[in-house]
């Protein structure tokens, strides 16, 4: 089952920012274009922040970061979307950060909060820049969403 939802696109200062990572740990694989981050993870661009026990950084040719996975029980993320509006917030076993295509995929009991509106399932993948949710469920698991009345008449609804 798929649900599409219309969401407003990040602050663009965001994608332009450096990326700054803490961590207890760190395994960097040079031959392999992949940092490992252990424990307390936390990774900030601009106003998004993604936190997790477990993270993984994908390099491109050059030093670019070219994906960001974080693993946990749950993993969060959050970003600040629009400057008057309260951060879209997120949490799933497995978020993976595509930096190039400015897209996050929840994986894994998944749940995406935008302005007390919630959207849950076993997929969420969230295109930050056109500002779009798709969602899909297991057999066991349906899409539920929950909305709030103010953000029905929202310019811009979750």
Same mark, same amino acid.
């Given at each position: 089952?798929?649900?599409?939802?219309?969401?407003?696109?990040?602050?663009?200062?965001?994608?332009?920012?450096?990326?700054?990572?803490?961590?207890?740990?760190?395994?960097?694989?040079?031959?392999?274009?992949?940092?490992?981050? $252990?424990?307390?993870? #936390?990774?900030?661009?601009?106003?998004?922040? =993604?936190? /997790? *026990?477990?993270? %993984? +950084?994908?390099?491109?040719?050059?030093?670019?970061?070219?994906?960001?996975?974080?693993?946990?029980?749950?993993? $969060?993320?959050?970003? #600040?979307?629009?400057?008057?509006?309260?951060? =879209?917030? /997120? *949490?799933?076993? %497995? +978020?993976?950060?595509?930096?190039?295509?400015?897209?996050?995929?929840?994986?894994?009991?998944?749940?995406?909060?935008?302005?007390?509106?919630?959207?849950?399932?076993?997929?969420?993948?969230?295109?930050?820049?056109?500002?779009?949710?798709?969602?899909?469920?297991?057999?066991?698991?349906?899409?539920?969403?929950?909305?709030?009345?103010?953000?029905?008449?929202?310019?811009?609804?979750?």
């Amino acid at each position: 089952m798929d649900s599409v939802v219309g969401l407003s696109t990040a602050l663009p200062e965001d994608a332009d920012q450096p990326i700054n990572i803490r961590a207890d740990t760190v395994e960097y694989d040079q031959t392999g274009n992949r940092i490992i981050y $252990r424990g307390s993870v #936390q990774v900030d661009q601009g106003t998004l922040r =993604v936190t /997790a *026990e477990v993270m %993984t +950084i994908d390099l491109l040719d050059g030093n670019k970061v070219k994906r960001i996975t974080a693993e946990d029980t749950p993993a $969060r993320y959050r970003q #600040q979307i629009e400057v008057d509006k309260e951060p =879209v917030r /997120a *949490e799933a076993l %497995t +978020i993976i950060y595509h930096t190039q295509e400015e897209r996050v995929d929840l994986k894994g009991a998944a749940n995406l909060e935008q302005e007390g509106s919630t959207l849950t399932g076993d997929l969420i993948v969230y295109d930050i820049v056109a500002g779009r949710v798709d969602a899909s469920a297991t057999e066991e698991a349906p899409v539920t969403m929950v909305l709030q009345p103010s953000a029905m008449e929202s310019t811009s609804p979750m």
